[in-house]
């Protein structure tokens, strides 16, 4: 790896510094870089030619919009997540987010969702972008040898092309990198340095909840494991899968299974989380859950409703991730969900069975 002005200044993991390059680069004077229609046609998928850029105007941080690129014929809204994913379904609600003053029918709209994981997007209008690409597509210009501005822009370049290596490194052997999953939660002070380069870097970037939920999405999406969410609570990403809908007085509640870190959890959870309160779970409720899951499989340990309306059963993985090859891991996981559809199918009965009980 080659230490960059940006790894020196360990700005390399910030979302608005790679904003800002990039709306830095797109904005040098045509003839620097005479050929920006043609990168942001390749950045986009575009077809050659289906961009003009005679009257280009490039904004950051513009009502919620990461970057905003005008072109003749199209407007292009790129929302950059570095370190965070998608949340509150954000492509959902950005598509109409730009300022009247620069809305225009005419146009034609494009939407990139940046990642360094190659995330996918939850609204398909939006088509994921890696930071891997465009790291390709900037290596591929011929920048002018004798101005200024090409010296950062290969800085730019290198630093690209650490945060991708690190993170190829990782995705090719998790087991190598048990920080990653293990100091998430960590302030940077409370992190152990290491003396190789690729876990340092992975440490002074704060990257080891990103490299998580990534390492979660390439397992669901090898082992066609369909889930619902991936995100994280306190540092440690967690997979959750939705099992069922449970109606009981007039509430719905949604049944699923959680992994994370090393804990497998079965959860029921009001289908209003944010809004809910604990006294939503009635002990009718609790107890007809408590029948049919604590006790089951090992699931020993019950998690009472704290300030939300949810509750859970819970138990230890045998192994650690990193412990598990990947296809251990799967497996472990789809056994789990395989045999939670079946026995879920008991708690409707035994919830009416307590409730007629009772």
């Known amino acids: 790896m080659r230490k960059t002005l940006f790894d020196s200044l360990i700005?390399?993991?910030?979302?608005?510094?790679?904003?800002?390059?990039?709306?830095?680069?797109?904005?040098?004077?045509?003839?620097?870089?005479?050929?920006?229609?043609?990168?942001?046609?390749?950045?986009?998928?575009?077809?050659?030619?289906?961009?003009?850029?005679?009257?280009?105007?490039?904004?950051?941080?513009?009502?919620?919009?990461?970057?905003?690129?005008?072109?003749?014929?199209?407007?292009?809204?790129?929302?950059?997540?570095?370190?965070?994913?998608?949340?509150?379904?954000?492509?959902i609600r950005y598509v109409g987010s730009i300022p009247e003053r620069l809305r225009d029918t005419q146009k034609l709209k494009q939407y990139g969702y940046l990642s360094l994981t190659n995330e996918e997007p939850k609204n398909k209008e939006w088509i994921p972008i890696s930071f891997e690409k465009v790291r390709d597509l900037?290596?591929?210009?011929?920048?002018?040898?004798?101005?200024?501005?090409?010296?950062?822009?290969?800085?730019?370049?290198?630093?690209?092309?650490?945060?991708?290596?690190?993170f190829n490194q990782f995705v090719s052997n998790h087991k190598d990198f048990n920080h990653v999953f293990t100091d998430g939660h960590k302030k940077k002070f409370e992190k152990q340095p290491f003396?190789?380069?690729?876990?340092?870097?992975?440490?002074?970037?704060?990257?080891?909840?990103?490299?998580?939920?990534?390492?979660?999405?390439?397992?669901?999406?090898?082992?066609?494991?369909?889930?619902?969410?991936?995100?994280e609570t306190r540092g440690t990403a967690f997979l959750q899968i939705n099992l069922g809908e449970i109606n009981n007085l007039g509430e719905a509640f949604r049944l699923g299974f959680q992994f994370q870190g090393r804990t497998l959890k079965i959860n029921l959870a009001h289908k209003n989380y944010e809004n809910s309160k604990p006294e939503q779970i009635t002990e009718f409720l609790m107890n007809a859950f408590k029948n049919v899951f604590l006790h089951y499989n090992g699931y020993e340990k019950f998690n009472k409703p704290r300030s939300k309306a949810y509750i859970?059963?819970?138990?230890?993985?045998?192994?650690?991730?990193?412990?598990?090859?990947?296809?251990?891991?799967?497996?472990?996981?789809?056994?789990?969900?395989?045999?939670?559809?079946?026995?879920?199918?008991?708690?409707?009965?035994?919830?009416?069975?307590?409730?007629?009980?009772?």
């Open 312 to 358: 859970s059963v819970s138990k230890t993985a045998p192994k650690d991730i990193t412990e598990l090859e990947k296809y251990e891991l799967i497996i472990m996981l789809r056994d789990e969900i395989e045999n939670l559809k079946i026995i879920s199918q008991k708690f409707e009965k035994e919830l009416n069975t307590t409730f007629k009980r009772s």
């Open 195 to 231: 003396a190789d380069e690729s876990k340092e870097y992975i440490r002074k970037n704060q990257l080891e909840t990103t490299f998580q939920k990534a390492f979660l999405k390439i397992i669901a999406r090898e082992g066609h494991i369909n889930y619902d969410e991936i995100g």
């Open 11 to 91: 700005i390399s993991g910030f979302e608005r510094i790679h904003t800002q390059t990039l709306a830095w680069i797109l904005s040098l004077e045509n003839e620097f870089f005479p050929n920006k229609a043609g990168f942001i046609e390749k950045l986009f998928d575009l077809q050659p030619g289906e961009v003009t850029c005679n009257d280009l105007y490039v904004e950051t941080e513009l009502n919620q919009i990461d970057m905003f690129i005008q072109t003749d014929k199209k407007q292009f809204l790129i929302e950059n997540k570095l370190q965070s994913s998608e949340h509150s379904n954000q492509t």
């Open 138 to 166: 900037l290596r591929s210009i011929q920048w002018p040898g004798d101005r200024k501005e090409t010296v950062f822009i290969q800085e730019y370049i290198y630093t690209l092309d650490n945060l991708v290596q690190v």
